[in-house]
């Protein structure tokens, strides 16, 4: 758990290295997420407060973004493509073997807290795919084989 | 010695940063005197990761390298397993037309000398010396159509924002490029980022905006990592900063990054979400030309569009134009990929069919089965059959055949694709990826696939169902997203209608 004066005093650093920039909610936004690795409720308002707008509109804006956590990711986030290119090199049966070797489905984390499985709409990788991003690393042409190694790397 | 390799993120996925590490280990054991440029991707996404040396006839290649070949490339070259020959004699590279990627590839992204050596900063250099009026009217004599997929010309853009009476505007490039099938706009990006600078500068000095954004989406870290390099790269040699080279007005950048959101590509969409709101369609008018970022006239242009703009200053507007087929002028780069043996991007005047691009240039599939269909201009682009690979590659001749090129993606499908599958799929991500402003598109999209559903399991009555549903979305969604997603679905009904013929299964 995070305890709140830490919270309160990072987020306001945070607010202040934007301040003054035009639209900055999505640059906080990311910092935010960096820093706590989701972005927490308790910070809402203190953001809200610090750009002159309302606690909804904050929360409308983090939900409306897939890149956006409510709640803390497991240890690793495994993010595999779904796209159409990657799907013409079999990311489906990819995808499945995936699921049904962490006993998980999309944007679940493994019980153990390891891994949370997310789908991703194109890497720009789509020549080489099928294509993932893992824990920010970018990897391609992938088979069953290749991602039970990684899968395996990942504690 | 001088060694190249990329670091460009295909291929990087593939291993690049291990073999530049090993290229250092092993030259240092051997006492060899090496530098090592990580430069762009040549485009030949099926040689990555592609190591260049330079010898007295020109650059060698070496691909797809892994550390094993590391230790041969000090050796005799000639007899190295993965050479390739001289990469500008390579049948992929000689048959281009480079003009947007003549640099690509060949410079250190991040090296300001190498780029004005390799032409840099001609185009701007031009555009410094003329009226802004006539720097619009060169881009718009050049034929210049938007390249991010709705093929608006680029100059009449610049023009109603330079006519505006503002004491902002911006330049904002659409770096959003969520398209599957599509990366020229990360290639350029990562591989010669300062030409995007330099075109936005140009866009700056021709509207008479002092402030640009690149807007990339976050699935592309090494892209963003590479631009905003180069932005503090170009702020320390002047070409940012208070007075454009010196002698012009003042044009700074400031790069944003997404948040996954597909629909953010969309340029009111997109400018909300710059402003920090919920990446929502605004609806048009007002033209983001007169009232986009914070209200304030904007060009919203693509990477491709921008990055097109310095080569076109450079050479002028005659030579771009002379370039093409029909309405769509100078060069595209395609970008060739899913299931294909030579993918990769691969810039040429509008012209060649779908067959040459598909048989010719990217050698069929990379499973060497039948093409069954290649889906042309992404998420929201039809799926053509063989039957129309004679269509040439072009904005109009694309159209007349219920398609586009869009952001020109081309994903190859071999005959194991089930089209009905295909149908679904664009169905289910218009559901995901919908802003929710509109009821077509976000109620259309969800009701799409459950029609869908009800054909796979033999229920033909939902045919005419599922085509009404397209009519609907079509007329009726606020933009592209809605409106578009019937091209891929109806295109796979109507060219495969034997994937849509399921037997019902028999009643328990
Ligand atoms: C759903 C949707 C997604 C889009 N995605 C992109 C994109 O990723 N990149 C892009 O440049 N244009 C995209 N567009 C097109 C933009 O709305 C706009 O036409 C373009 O940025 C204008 O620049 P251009 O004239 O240089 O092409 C998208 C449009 C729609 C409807
Ligand atoms: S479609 Fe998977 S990386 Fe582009």
Redesign the pocket.
């Given at each position: 758990m995070l305890d709140t004066a830490t919270l309160t005093s990072r987020t306001d650093e945070i607010l202040a290295a934007h301040s003054g920039r035009e639209g900055a909610l999505l640059p906080i936004l990311h910092d935010i997420q960096a820093e706590f690795g989701y972005v927490p409720q308790e910070s809402l308002p203190q953001i809200a407060r610090a750009l002159n707008i309302s606690r909804a509109e904050v929360h409308g804006v983090v939900s409306f973004y897939h890149d956006f956590r409510e709640a803390p990711a497991g240890r690793h986030v495994v993010k595999l493509?779904r796209?159409?290119?990657?799907q013409a090199m079999g990311?489906d049966s990819l995808s499945a073997h995936a699921r049904a070797k962490l006993g998980v489905d999309w944007h679940e984390t493994t019980p153990d807290g390891a891994v949370t499985l997310e789908p991703v709409f194109?890497?720009?990788?789509?020549a080489c795919?099928?294509?993932a991003m893992i824990d920010g690393k970018l990897t391609a042409r992938l088979d069953n084989a290749k991602l039970d190694t990684i899968l395996g790397d990942l504690a | 010695m001088k060694i190249y390799l990329p670091l460009d993120s295909v291929a990087v996925a593939l291993g690049a940063d291990d073999v530049a590490q090993a290229i250092l280990a092993y030259a240092s054991k051997m006492g060899v005197q090496i530098e090592l440029i990580r430069n762009g991707s040549r485009g030949m996404v099926w040689l990555e990761p592609l190591v260049e040396v330079e010898t007295s006839t020109g650059r060698m290649g070496f691909g797809p390298c892994n550390v094993a070949d590391v230790p041969a490339l000090f050796g005799d070259l000639s007899q190295h397993p993965k050479a390739v020959g001289l990469i500008d004699a390579l049948p992929w590279m000689a048959g281009q037309t480079r003009l947007t990627f003549a640099r690509c590839g060949v410079i250190d992204p991040l090296n300001f000398s190498d780029y004005t050596e390799h032409g840099g900063f001609a185009g701007l250099a031009r555009a410094l010396d003329m009226a802004s009026g006539d720097i619009v009217a060169e881009v718009t004599a050049s034929g210049l159509r938007g390249r991010g997929g709705a093929g608006f010309p680029t100059g009449i853009k610049w023009k109603t924002v330079a006519d505006a009476k503002a004491a902002q505007k911006y330049i904002v490039c659409n770096a959003d490029e969520g398209d599957?099938?599509t990366f020229a706009d990360r290639m350029l990006m990562e591989g010669d980022p300062l030409t995007l600078i330099e075109g936005m500068v140009i866009a700056g000095l021709a509207t008479g905006a002092t402030k640009g954004f690149v807007y990339i989406r976050s699935e592309y870290p090494i892209a963003i990592d590479v631009m905003e390099k180069a932005v503090v790269l170009a702020r320390a040699k002047g070409v940012l900063g208070a007075s454009v080279m010196g002698r012009g007005p003042a044009f700074d950048i400031e790069i944003r990054v997404g948040a996954g959101a597909y629909v953010c590509g969309e340029e009111t969409s997109l400018l909300n979400s710059l402003e920090g709101k919920r990446g929502v369609v605004r609806a048009k008018p007002p033209l983001p030309a007169l009232q986009g970022f914070m209200g304030q006239p904007t060009v919203v242009n693509n990477v491709i569009s921008l990055a097109s703009i310095p080569v076109i200053m450079a050479k002028g507007a005659a030579h771009y134009a002379a370039i093409g087929l029909g309405r769509s002028r100078g060069t595209i780069p395609l970008q060739i990929?899913g299931n294909v043996k030579y993918g990769g991007l691969y810039e040429v005047g509008f012209g060649l069919t779908l067959g040459q691009i598909v048989d010719d240039i990217a050698g069929g599939t990379a499973t060497g089965r039948p093409v069954k269909a290649v889906q042309v201009g992404g998420p929201l682009g039809a799926y053509f059959p063989r039957a129309l690979f004679d269509t040439p590659f072009g904005y109009e001749e694309f159209a007349g055949k219920e398609g586009l090129i869009g952001h020109a993606g081309l994903t190859i499908f071999d005959d194991s694709a089930d089209m009905l599958a295909q149908a679904r799929f664009a169905m289910e991500f218009c559901a995901i990826e919908s802003c929710g402003k509109c009821t077509p598109c976000r109620i259309g999209a969800v009701r799409g696939v459950e029609t869908v559903d009800r054909i796979a399991k033999g229920d033909a009555a939902a045919i005419p169902l599922l085509t009404d549903l397209c009519a609907t979305m079509k007329s009726g969604s606020l933009c592209a997203l809605g409106g578009f997603t019937p091209y891929p679905v109806l295109s796979a009904l109507n060219h495969f209608p034997a994937d849509f013929a399921r037997v019902k299964e028999a009643a328990e």
């Open positions: 493509c796209a159409e290119a990657c990311a194109c890497l720009g990788l789509c795919g099928p294509a | 599957s099938a990929a």
